[in-house]
């Protein structure tokens, strides 16, 4: 049985009416699991708040401060698309942590893979700024939780939001234990991820980007990331594999602007590939989080696809 973190406090991260990152998202995925009975065969655990110190091995507290200032006077911005409401604080530390208790979870035995359901998302944030509907970056934070509390040595994260990950790939450029793999659209937001962005330092190789036009094919797509997964990724030999799991690639996302052609199966698909990477490699332990994904009639399919895939040869 595999693990699913969600607390119904993320749905008090207030975005404002009409904002495309909103509650809804949440209670359309949960609707889809439950429906599907998908929902019944995780192992639900509970989420807990990150600490400070934990938020710190990745955020500069100058930006942890600014969070609590913004929520403080809420409502606010901490960008032209980033909102927060008076409790947006607290729920961001629970979507972090909720990460952390599913690695947490995962190394404990309890189970080989989670499905975080976190809100607010996080791969836009980086070390010194909250943007891009993100407040704190929580699959980064999960990594560096995964190295000093647990003694991990080579996280993979694996990120196949329509967005790229610039939070993440900041985090980490310069880091040879963290292997970075992002595909996304191009030119888009954030308008980072160009394939010459390798790494820099003792980092150099260890970022991997596969920006991808609006045209692209779905099938292209797949063949692409298999080509890292099986290749590259493979050969970094992670001992741990993290996936920031956004749904804005599919092919009617609103935000994603159609985003890279996808099915809502093709999420089973992708996952399927990082699944048996990680079996080789890592003890087959792999925890996803969300981020992007924006078509609430949809968004559920694409989840239910993903999740399914965790949930294979993992029990009841």
């Not at 949440?26 to 990150?50: C, H, V």
């Not at 809502?264 to 981020?291: K, N, P």
């Not at 696809?305 to 965790?310: C, I, L, P």
Request: glycine letters at 10%.
């Amino acid at each position: 049985m595999a693990v699913l973190v969600v607390d119904e406090e993320y749905l008090e991260h207030d975005t404002g009416e009409g904002h495309p990152e909103c509650p809804e998202r949440l209670l359309s995925i949960l609707g889809m699991l439950s429906t599907s009975g998908l929902l019944d065969r995780f192992e639900r655990i509970p989420a807990r708040a990150a600490s400070e110190e934990e938020i710190g091995r990745i955020h500069a507290q100058r930006l942890i401060e600014e969070v609590r200032q913004a929520c403080a006077r809420a409502p606010g911005r901490l960008d032209a698309d980033t909102p927060v409401s008076a409790a947006s604080f607290e729920v961001a530390r629970l979507a972090a942590g909720g990460v952390l208790a599913a690695c947490d979870a995962v190394l404990k035995g309890d189970a080989r893979r989670a499905v975080c359901l976190a809100r607010p998302p996080g791969h836009h944030a980086t070390p010194a700024r909250a943007m891009g509907f993100c407040l704190f970056n929580n699959v980064a934070i999960a990594a560096r939780h995964l190295q000093a509390k647990h003694g991990i040595g080579r996280v993979l994260i694996v990120d196949w939001d329509v967005h790229h990950g610039n939070g993440t790939q900041d985090a980490f450029y310069e880091d040879d234990t963290v292997l970075f793999f992002s595909t996304h659209r191009h030119p888009f937001y954030p308008g980072t991820g160009l394939e010459n962005e390798t790494g820099s330092g003792r980092g150099r190789g260890f970022t991997i980007n596969r920006p991808l036009p609006a045209t692209v094919t779905r099938e292209r797509f797949l063949e692409v990331f298999r080509e890292v997964i099986r290749g590259p990724a493979r050969e970094f030999r992670p001992d741990f594999v993290l996936i920031s799991a956004g749904y804005d690639a599919y092919k009617a996302d609103p935000v994603g602007a159609g985003g890279l052609n996808l099915d809502a199966m093709d999420f089973g698909l992708l996952t399927q590939e990082v699944l048996a990477l990680a079996a080789e490699t890592a003890g087959g332990r792999v925890v996803s989080t969300l981020e992007g994904g924006y078509h609430l009639g949809d968004l559920g399919w694409c989840v239910a696809a993903h999740a399914a895939a965790m949930l294979e040869n993992e029990g009841p």
